[in-house]
């Protein structure tokens, strides 16, 4: 034993406190990690182990006055995909690969998501809106690779489809730039907000609050079992003014016109309620909705987010007459049985200015001279009145200036007039006074200021600040809020002169130039115009109010085709099916088909057009 | 008569066994079964893993009595053939050996499947204990430490052919603590080791250089250091600096007084540039896992999904179990299947998970009473051989026991090397038994009577 002396037991103890320390260490790190961070480390631990499958609350429905649903929601089927814990790249491509072939998608962009999801550890919708039989076999796919679920949710639904597009607008995926904003909110990255219109401005009270299913999943993304579950919040449903008959009305026939491109704007002269909105060309709200990413990119680029209802400012022509012939009659200056003799051109320093007519309207008077559209009697009219009286009664009609309607990219056009010109430091000519009275010159209306001054026209000078909202009904039991029109402004004028004004509007229907929009037992009232464009063919215009027999007028109207030529021919008629959908009637000039040949196949049979001569 | 005598002789040996130790065995292995069985209940061949473990806990307690009841000088007398097993069966495995995950390192022998390292390792413990024991009178000499690690030698390489460079790892605080436990000459022992030691952390530094500054430029602190690993003007310049780190010691030194040979000052250029140039011939060597091993232990959170997943998951749940723990079979991290290899090699962070702080300090506990029992069967040893053997098992295990946890508390590099005891594997189970019962029986025979 012990052949080679005594053991050096110190260096046995110098390794023995080598081990000690190294266990303290260890022991202190344990400590720190288990009783200091225990919180922390249990959080992260709650992460891995919980997925949130977000629901969809159903966004809320948005109603016409009569209580038809415009914007509603649908039941959808949904594609999620929960990333694992240690799922590596290479595990996700047979799964691209597998669903690319049942979704008949690209698999590159799949595989895009599926690895953005595995990034970002949350959940993402490779597909919505699925069709039930691709449900059925997606559904087998669930136990074959784990992560891959199904889940039904709330999809907006527009059901009119091509209806009031640009007041109702469309939902669409937010940019990053503004998720980051509206991520405190609740959205998450593939919430859709509202992206134009009333989805837009409503989008806080539209939307309601996601709710959610919070699920134990494994490792590898399967779901084990709900933990909790958050019921959603519907979002508050929005009651419009819009007659859903008039709006569809206004849509098919702009739609119908030989340009197809314009605006129509019809209200209710008695209370301001925005009936119908309607710009051309619109688009299919439901469209950005697809789950065929070709058919949103497409809609995306052929969309026209510009309204011409309300940000198109156009040269009123002749449908600013009746304005000049109120402020003429009004201030006295002119007779109604003053008459004028037109040769089809006036004369003024030199200049000659031509009426529409060449050949000439002969001797003309009030009701012939706005029945007819006689330039030269508005010229000669205009030249007596002033442009300043004249420009005063368009601003009290509330040219020139904004509605204010709470709609967003709204223009005011251009008033032009004395006292304008005066402002700008420029002088006032006669013949600019020539171009005012029949409306062309630097005068710029949009179609929604020429609905609202027909209306009134008809009412006698209530200028309405139009409403469209009737209610918001709030689903957390707020009470309801009610908005109201506003009364603007009022036009004084004599009271003389508001007759001779409505009554030779209603003769341009019943026998002048606005004929296309006669309608039997109803008081049609209307002017045609034909806004000379410097940029091509004339603007057609039609403004009109209609009321039944002993009652005040209860819709005006404004359309507008843009280069659409003639208005009595191209105008009159849309504006004409605006005012029988309001009024519920039939439309006695179309031929009687059976009830059940609703689907609008047109018959290819010859048949009578009664449209009333192509004069203004 | 001849009973009584029986019984006595029995009590006397029972007598000298140390209970302490026995009892620290014997809960380190009943805390580690209900931990390894928890954290397996969710592997599809549950029932498999606890067939085996029960059977080879059987004949590790066989096997623990029965090394028990044999002087274990026998291991001395037949040193060689210890040794000649040792290189036999690392050679066996190489040949016979099946490949799993890479590596050719399980041997399958009768229906069962053995990893022979690890009792390659106790193996030449024992026969380097008995090297060293003769080299007694002639410790000091250099030639003691550069035979012992030439006797070492061809087993490790056998054991990094598999390749396993855990397991090699862990023979190296072996061979370490036994030589500086026997006696040898600090000085030669830190040249050797320190030179080692240089050598594997220069691939270390590179890697650490290369994933915490990719972006470096050639003129930064990292890319200068990165331009060494290329062999050109800047490892010259390197090595210059050495030498002149080693000229300054010496002129610092002389102008101090300090008493030291002049020897020593020139061995520090010479020792820095030598590990220098075999770090960076081993960084070249170095394989894509080994590599992405050192990356996420330098840089846990670069790639959450890739190598550095297994790091995090498992402080995840060593953490978050707190002062009491989920309680067994009830952890999420490791019954939903977030911590990886949870019954083998990172069972800890299960304990910690499942039993809390609690658990992990019992467990911590058992394993320091247990080195503290095998410090004290080398202190009262009755021969040299007892106690180097004692000295270099204490070494080894508590180096397993800093790696392994400290790999499930994230301080250590992903090593792969299992908890004895406690981490499930029937054939390390069986071993690490075989050598506790070599150390209660040095233990027991303290005294030279028996």
Same mark, same amino acid.
């Given at each position: ?6 053991? #050096?037991?110190?260096?046995?103890e ?7 320390a ?13 009783? =200091? ?17 977000h629901?969809?609350?159903?966004r ?13 929601? *649908? ?15 290479q ?10 072939r ?28 699925? #069709? ?5 076999r ?16 709330a999809r ?27 991520? #405190? ?23 309601g ?54 605006? *129509? ?146 223009k ?78 009022? =036009? ?43 940029h ?22 404004a =359309? ?29 000039? *179309? ?5 059940? *040949? ?13 449209? #009333?001569?192509?004069?203004r | ?28 292995i009943?805390?580690?079964s ?72 399980? $041997? ?14 106790t193996?030449? $413990? ?10 007694a ?7 003691? $430490?550069?035979v ?8 490790? @390489? ?39 030691? @240089? ?6 530094? +590179? ?6 500054y ?8 990292? &890319? ?10 800047a ?22 007084? @300090?008493? @030291? ?17 075999? &770090? ?7 394989? &894509? ?19 550095? +997943? ?19 079979f ?17 069972v ?57 946890? &400290? ?44």
């Open positions: 034993m012990n052949r080679g002396g005594a053991v #050096p037991q110190e260096r046995l110098i390794l023995w406190y080598c081990i000690a190294a266990g303290l260490v260890l022991g202190l790190r344990l400590a720190q990690m288990q009783l =200091v961070q225990a919180a922390e480390w249990r959080l992260a631990a709650e992460r891995n182990r919980s997925q949130m499958i629901q969809n609350a159903p809320g429905r948005i109603y016409d006055r009569n209580g038809v649903p415009v914007a509603t929601n *649908a039941p959808a089927f949904s594609l999620i995909f929960l990333p694992g814990k240690d799922r590596r790249r595990d996700l491509k047979p799964l691209a690969e597998e669903l690319a049942q979704l008949d998608r690209d698999p590159e962009t799949l595989l895009e998501s599926l690895e953005q999801a595995v990034r970002e550890e949350s959940a993402v919708r490779l597909a919505e809106n699925l #069709p039930t039989q691709t449900m059925f997606l559904s087998e796919l669930k136990t074959i690779y784990p992560g891959v679920d199904l889940i039904v949710e907006r639904y527009y059901p009119f489809g091509r209806f009031a597009s640009h007041l109702i607008g469309y939902m669409g995926k937010m940019g990053q730039k503004e998720w980051r904003e509206r991520k #405190p909110k609740g959205y998450r990255v593939d919430s859709r907000t509202g992206r134009l219109g009333l989805e837009r401005i409503f989008e806080d009270e539209l939307r609050r996601d709710g959610g299913l919070r699920m134990e999943v494994d490792a590898q993304g399967r779901l084990k079992r709900v933990i909790d579950k958050i019921p959603f919040e519907a979002g508050s449903n929005v009651h419009l003014t819009i007659d859903s008959a008039v709006q569809r009305a206004a849509d098919e026939g702009l739609r119908g016109t030989s340009t197809g491109r314009g605006g *129509a704007v019809a209200i209710d002269p008695r209370n301001g309620d925005l009936l119908a909105m309607s710009s051309q060309p619109d688009f299919d709200p439901n469209a950005f909705l697809s789950t065929d990413p070709g058919e949103v990119q497409s809609t995306v680029v052929g969309l026209s987010e510009f309204n011409n209802a309300i940000s198109g400012a156009y040269p009123p022509g002749s449908t600013f007459k009746p304005i000049v012939g109120l402020a003429a009659l009004s201030e006295g200056r002119v007779k109604p049985d003053d008459s004028v003799f037109c040769p089809g051109h006036f004369e003024l320093g030199g200049r000659t200015f031509l009426c529409w007519e060449h050949k000439g309207h002969k001797r003309v008077s009030w009701l012939m001279g706005l029945a007819q559209s006689c330039d030269v009697y508005f010229y000669t009219t205009g030249l007596k009145v002033g442009g300043a009286a004249i420009e005063r009664f368009a601003r009290d009609f509330g040219l020139g200036s904004l509605t204010k309607i709470p709609l967003k990219f709204e005011g056009g251009h008033l032009f007039g004395p006292e304008t010109r005066k402002k700008a430091g420029k002088s006032w000519y006669d013949g600019d006074t020539l171009n005012l009275a029949i409306g062309q010159g630097e005068l710029t209306v949009t179609p929604l200021q020429m609905a609202i001054a027909t209306g009134a026209l008809a009412n006698r000078g209530n200028v309405w600040r139009p409403r469209y909202i009737q209610k918001i009904v709030y689903a957390d039991g707020r009470p309801d809020s009610v908005m109201n029109s506003e009364l603007r402004q009022v =036009v004084s004028a004599k009271k003389e002169a508001w007759d001779e004004v409505q009554h030779a509007m209603e003769v341009v229907v019943s026998s002048g130039t606005g004929g296309g929009a006669r309608i039997p037992g109803l008081i049609v009232a209307g002017k045609t115009g034909t806004a000379q464009n410097p091509g063919e004339d603007h057609a215009w039609f403004i009109v109010y209609a009321a039944k027999p002993g009652e005040p007028a209860s819709i005006a109207i =359309v507008l085709v843009e280069n659409g030529g003639h208005g009595g021919s191209t105008a009159a008629p849309v504006a004409r099916k605006m005012i029988l959908a309001h009024f519920g009637m039939e439309d006695p000039s *179309a031929p009687r088909r059976p009830a059940a *040949a609703a689907a609008p196949v047109p018959a290819p049979m010859p048949m009578p057009l009664p449209i #009333p001569g192509r004069t | 008569m001849t009973m009584a005598r029986a019984v006595r002789v029995q009590s006397g040996l029972s007598g000298r066994v140390d209970w302490t130790y026995i009892a620290a065995v014997a809960g380190l009943i805390a580690g209900l931990a390894m069985l928890s954290a397996a209940s969710t592997t599809s061949f549950y029932s498999s893993i606890l067939q085996k473990h029960f059977i080879a806990l059987t004949l590790g307690i066989t096997l623990f009595t029965l090394t028990l009841a044999f002087n274990y000088q026998v291991f001395q007398d037949q040193s060689k053939f210890v040794y000649a097993l040792a290189i036999v069966i690392v050679a066996a495995t190489l040949i016979l050996g099946k490949i799993s995950r890479g590596q050719r390192s399980w $041997i399958h022998l009768f229906g069962f499947s053995f990893q022979p390292a690890e009792m390659a390792r193996l030449v $413990i024992l026969a380097l204990a008995d090297f060293l024991d003769r080299r009178r002639k410790i000091g000499d250099l030639s003691t $430490i550069l012992g690690l030439a006797l070492c030698g061809p087993v490790m @390489v056998l054991v990094l052919k598999q390749p396993d460079f855990s397991t090699t790892l862990t023979f190296v605080p072996a061979i370490f603590g036994m030589m500086f436990a026997a006696g040898a000459d600090l000085f030669q022992l830190g040249a050797i080791f320190g030179f080692g030691g @240089v050598a594997i952390s220069v691939p270390l530094i +590179y890697t650490i250089c290369q994933v915490r990719p972006l470096a430029s050639a003129t930064s602190l990292p &890319g200068m250091i990165l331009a060494t690993s290329r062999m050109g003007w490892t010259l310049a390197a090595i210059g600096i050495f030498c002149a780190i080693g000229f300054l010691a010496w002129r610092v030194a002389s102008w101090m007084r @300090v008493q @030291v040979k002049p020897a020593a000052f020139a061995a520090i250029p010479i020792l820095l540039s030598a590990a220098l140039l075999s &770090g960076i011939l081993v960084h070249r060597q170095l394989k &894509g896992y080994q590599r992405n091993r050192f990356v996420s232990w330098i840089a846990p959170q670069s790639d959450v999904q890739g190598a550095s +997943y297994n790091v995090i998951q498992s402080q995840i749940a060593l953490g978050s179990g707190g002062m009491w723990g989920k309680g067994l009830s952890g999420t991290q490791s019954q939903l299947g977030f911590l990886p290899e949870r019954h083998t090699d990172f800890f962070a299960n304990v910690g998970e499942e039993m809390g702080f609690w658990g992990t300090s019992l467990i911590l506990g058992l394993y320091m009473v247990l080195l503290w029992r095998i410090v004290a069967a080398a202190r009262q040893a009755r021969d040299r051989y007892g106690y180097l053997v004692c000295a270099g098992l204490a070494s080894t295990i508590a180096f397993q026991l800093v790696l392994n946890v &400290g790999m499930c508390v994230g301080l250590m590099p992903v090593a792969g090397v299992p908890l004895p005891l406690v981490s499930y594997g029937g054939s390390s189970l069986l071993v690490t038994l075989w050598t506790l019962g070599i150390v209660a029986n040095i233990y027991a025979r303290r005294y030279a009577l028996l």
